[in-house]
């Protein structure tokens, strides 16, 4: 269990992230939007044979930044009962980012993880291309260089929601956690029916690489990921595949779609 690397978004957190090609961004302008202000996806967390938990992201309505509008996103995860007893989890991350998702402006993170307790805040000078993490409770302060069009591990999962999926295609780009900055990576495998909940989906299958970068429970070492996306337009998440050190994970959605 110590021995986590963020696990859910890792999720869906849910990123997951390229810098497109001006033609690429023009593309996913005209579609209609992958999400509004209200969105809220909730999802049943599975670990091995018991239901540990459930995790939940929203779509906060958004918010006013030196004049113009930016988007602002919460992800919360919080273990069960049954789960609570073997490895207690209350996890809150929020973030802002630029209207169309193409860079962050600001990222948080409340972790209460077995006796790990963090709160942390990231803030983003883009004037001088750098990140500011501060972690409050043993404050401690880093600064790190980022690249343009950096995104927080929130954030990335929904530009991703926002472009135009193809089998096949693949998405590179540079994201961070405010420890390190660096290049995530996910790739469209298959588009597959697949049935959640006992409702069927036509689903894209999508495998990201986020070496490294935090989020929420922290993964093992080479862990393996998946995530199942709808074909549709909102692209929403609707089946997450973790297999980590302490044993498979999965979250399935609930409501929301």
Not at 121 to 128: A, G
Not at 228 to 252: Q, Y
Request: one cysteine or more; proline letters at 4%.
């Amino acid at each position: 269990m110590m021995r986590r690397r963020n696990f859910i978004i890792a999720i869906l957190t849910i990123p997951l992230l390229e810098q497109l090609s001006r033609a690429n961004q023009s593309s996913a302008s005209v579609q209609p939007p992958a999400f509004e202000a209200g969105e809220k996806l909730t999802y049943s967390l599975g670990w091995q044979f018991i239901t540990a938990g459930q995790v939940a992201l929203e779509v906060l309505p958004d918010e006013n930044l030196d004049g113009r509008k930016v988007r602002s996103f919460m992800m919360t995860a919080k273990t069960g009962k049954v789960a609570d007893k073997i490895f207690k989890v209350r996890d809150t991350l929020s973030s802002l980012a630029e209207y169309d998702v193409s860079r962050s402006l600001g990222y948080a993170k409340i972790q209460r993880e077995g006796k790990t307790k963090r709160n942390i805040t990231v803030d983003f000078d883009w004037v001088n291309l750098s990140a500011h993490y501060f972690e409050a409770i043993k404050e401690s302060k880093k600064t790190i260089p980022i690249l343009e069009n950096t995104l927080d591990p929130l954030s990335a999962f929904y530009f991703i929601r926002n472009q135009k999926l193809e089998v096949g295609k693949s998405f590179e780009g540079p994201m961070t956690d405010g420890k390190r900055c660096k290049m995530a990576k996910i790739k469209i495998t298959k588009r597959e029916e697949i049935k959640v909940n006992g409702k069927k989906y036509d689903t894209f299958k999508l495998v990201p690489d986020m070496q490294d970068i935090g989020g929420v429970f922290e993964k093992s070492d080479n862990a393996k990921m998946e995530i199942w996306c709808t074909a549709d337009h909102r692209h929403i998440p609707v089946l997450l595949k973790s297999k980590v050190m302490v044993g498979n994970f999965k979250a399935e959605l609930v409501s929301g779609a």
